[in-house]
């Protein structure tokens, strides 16, 4: 990554800083001078751009939230049997967490200390609330196993997918590999590991 | 939890306040300052019992190591087919990621700053490896779907596995739910989430 030019700083480049170093201190623990320090231009030239860092958060997370609820909204996901609505959903949420990873692992790790946190929970626990539903109607089609409870399926599907975040590094050949991560995902969470005769 | 009373303290229930104090304020959030204070002794009277706070970390870290390595030592894991010994390592891994949850969160959330952190995340890895040979081995078998590549199969495991510690909180009638959570891991991970005919 290539530290931006003061002459050239943009909200857009103060944002990638910002959630750089709001991912590496975490949220709380990230100062306005730390964000001075890192971005290379003085706390007064930020608050230029912004009034304060829970804007900077807001933005954020805006980023990774629209992203994901952008694909509630894609004809993939309202259209057709609701066995594979979710299935492109869960697809989709792959391809944006990999898209937006700095911004999507900031939101999985914000923890509700102020307005912008339970905001971004709130809108969070929306959007699994939304993928829990059509997991409800495939299960109401008799396209979904029936022993398993849907909320915890939920938790399931999402404790898989979001753990991206943790291991989920961008690589040179990055397309191959994350059509590769998409497929084995989807592969996993709808028919897993075994093969079945 | 009840606090424990000065005269009767000892190094385990020092472990269990240590254990969630870190998980709290993170490990290295967390000065011998705050230990005191949540334990209700004195600092010298913590450093009668341990060394410090590494002690403390690697006690707390190796008790969740020792539970998940005792697993690949058990009948389950040893006998059999590998699709029947992974099956049977993913569903011990889970009983013991409840039992233990606090020293396993723990040991999640270790970053690599000190010795024991790292000597806890080479455990972790080596443990991860251990499952993946045994996945491999399933995969040779014929027993795995053949489109997938083992360390990312590992890994997407785990990372539905390990989701536990975000938001599995023990209940009232724990046995049951904990049966419920541990069946539905093994059954998404090894068959998936759809019907097949």
Known sequence: MTTAKRDTYTPETLLTVAV??????????????????????????IYHHVSGKEELLRRAVSRAID?????????????????????YVTRRTVEVLMAELP???????VRGN????????????EFDQR????????AA????????DIRLATRLLFGMVNSLVEWYRPQRDGEAERAQVTEAIVHLAFDGLRTHP
Request: no cysteine; charged share 35%; hydrophobic share 35%.
């Open 114 to 125: 102020t307005k912008t946190e339970r905001w971004a929970m709130e809108r969070r626990r």
């Open 20 to 45: 750089r170093v709001f991912n590496e201190r975490g949220y709380d623990g990230t100062s306005m001078e730390h964000l001075s320090k890192a971005a290379g231009i003085s706390k007064s030239s």
């Open 67 to 87: 992203g994901l609820f952008a694909v509630l909204d894609e004809p993939g996901a309202t259209r057709g049997r609701p066995i594979e609505r979710v299935e």
């Open 131 to 138: 993928v829990s539903d059509l997991l409800k109607a495939a």
């Open 103 to 109: 911004y999507v692992t900031l939101l999985l790790r």
């Open 141 to 148: 089609d008799g396209d979904l196993r029936s022993d398993m």
